[in-house]
Every structure is written in C-alpha cells, then in structure tokens.
C-alpha cells in the first residue's frame, strides 16, 4: 500500500464501510475517477481543482469545455465530495478547497479492481 495509509491510523477507531456502501459510492464513474485520483496521492491530499482536472480529462463522456470542467467540479463539491466526506472516505475542507483521502483496506480493493477493468477497456 501506499503513503496514505499512514492516514488510516489517525483513523483507527473509524469502522470499515459495509460492502453495500463501498458499492454504493463505486456506483459514480466521476466519484471512482475521483477516488482513482486520491488514492494515487502519495499523501492523499488534492485540491478539487485538481480532482475536477483529472476527471474531466479521464471522462470521455464530459463535455471538453471549460463549462464542462466546472460542471464537474461543482458535482464534486456538492454531491461526490460530500456523499464521501459522509462514508468516512475524505475530508474535505470546503474554505480552501483540499481533501483528504483515508485509506480503507475494502474500498481499496475493490476500487482497484474497478480501475483495472475500466483501464482495460
């Protein structure tokens, strides 16, 4: 595992998602690329500028507009984002704009294995 998982300590007492949520929040295409993104942090920290960057240039659906790319970052910052921030998957500092991403061993490994056969494709 990576770096972030020095995050999942400051954590230790959180409990692991249930599979039911860990699919439910793997259900998005925009929230997995924002996961693919965060999980690729060697500290787990991204601005939403960024995150919105990755996934608008990763999401051949997205309109390759700039009016494209604030869509997308307003989605990540009122429905993605929180719907994470909710799991216990990110913090997300809404004043500056960061997230943190918390390692979980069960959304790791699944959201691993969506990158995999989305990347295959």
Not at 30 to 48: H, I, K, M, P, T
Not at 61 to 79: F, K, N, P, T, Y
Not at 91 to 117: I, M
Request: contains cysteine; hydrophobic residues 30%; glycine residues 4%.
């Amino acid at each position: 595992m990576s770096n972030r998982e020095k995050g999942s300590t400051a954590r230790a007492c959180y409990t692991a998602p249930s599979l039911d949520l860990v699919f439910e929040l793997l259900a998005s295409r925009r929230r997995r690329q924002a996961l693919y993104y965060l999980s690729e942090q060697s500290d787990g920290v991204a601005s939403v500028d960024e995150i919105a960057d990755y996934v608008h240039t990763n999401d051949d659906r997205s309109d390759c507009s700039a009016d494209g790319r604030s869509e997308i970052a307003a989605g990540l910052r009122h429905v993605h984002l929180p719907k994470l921030e909710d799991a216990g998957v990110v913090d997300h500092d809404a004043r500056s704009q960061t997230v943190r991403y918390w390692s979980q061993p069960s959304l790791e490994e699944w959201l691993e294995h969506a990158y995999h056969k989305e990347s295959v494709q």
